[in-house]
């Protein structure tokens, strides 16, 4: 009885420390490989140094299975189906997601000012429409609204795209201290001004937008065309 228990003992090791394969026994296959195909099957599998000898009777199938080759030198793993790269550090960081959000926002933002700062202007003067003595554009084109947002956020954005590529570049080197974004956020305080005069002026800037729509039928198919450009990517 202790013998049998031994020899129990044996047979479960042997099967712990041999190589996992997917090949497993179907009793209703009718396949039946020679010697010689399931010991080059195994071979693939387990490497040329692992050769485990498979009973010649035994009705076997082969798994839809595939092992990845791992590559040490390129640090890759790869296989048929897909390529997997490792991401640099920076790439996995909070802070460089902050960034990237700051930066495609800011990127809208200075699309939004452009179209009324810059585009609908353009169009208008092409239209042969004159703002002179319009109390409404010059609340929005004056120097301490729409005008001096849309330089600042311009410059903004710039300084924003160029801290990305740095931290993108394979050679940047990724530190506490190089990544930091408030250096770049404090100059936001200087926009304050320009804000709070154009939120004190919004009432009565679309006020006068409102009046002028009723009063000048030239300007109000003027605005109307140009809120129906491509564009004018939102209500005008």
């Known amino acids: 009885m202790k013998k049998q228990n031994e020899q129990q003992k044996i047979r479960a090791y042997e099967r712990i420390r041999r190589p996992i394969s997917p090949i497993r026994t179907e009793p209703g296959y009718s396949y039946r490989p ?7 099957a195994r071979q693939d599998i387990t490497g040329p140094n692992q050769i485990l000898p498979i009973n010649p009777n035994q009705i076997i199938e082969l798994q839809d299975y595939q092992q990845p080759v791992i590559h040490p030198a390129t640090n890759l793993v790869k296989n048929e189906a897909e ?7 920076i790439q996995d960081s909070e802070v460089f997601f902050i960034l990237k959000e700051l930066v495609m926002t800011e990127r809208t933002y200075k699309k939004d000012l452009e179209l009324v700062t810059i585009l609908f202007k353009q169009f208008a003067d092409k239209q042969n429409f004159s703002f002179a003595n319009l109390n409404l554009f010059d609340l929005i084109y004056s120097d301490q609204a729409l005008l001096p947002l849309g330089d600042f956020h311009s410059q903004f954005l710039t300084e924003l795209e160029a801290r990305f590529q740095k931290w993108t570049d394979k050679n940047f080197e990724c530190t506490s ?3 930091a974004l408030g250096d770049l956020l404090s100059t ?6 320009f804000y709070n005069f154009y939120i ?5 800037i679309l006020n006068e937008l409102e009046q002028l729509c009723k009063k000048n039928k030239k300007f109000d198919a003027i605005y109307k065309e140009f809120e129906s450009l491509k564009i004018c990517y939102l209500p005008f």
Do not use: A, G, M
Request: aromatic residues 8%; glycine residues 0%; without cysteine.
């Open 34 to 40: 020679t010697i010689k195909q399931n010991i080059r």
């Open 83 to 89: 390529s997997v790269l490792r991401r640099p550090p």
């Open 177 to 179: 201290t190089s990544l």
């Open 188 to 193: 936001l305080e200087r926009s304050f001004k």
């Open 200 to 204: 004190q002026k919004y009432d009565l």
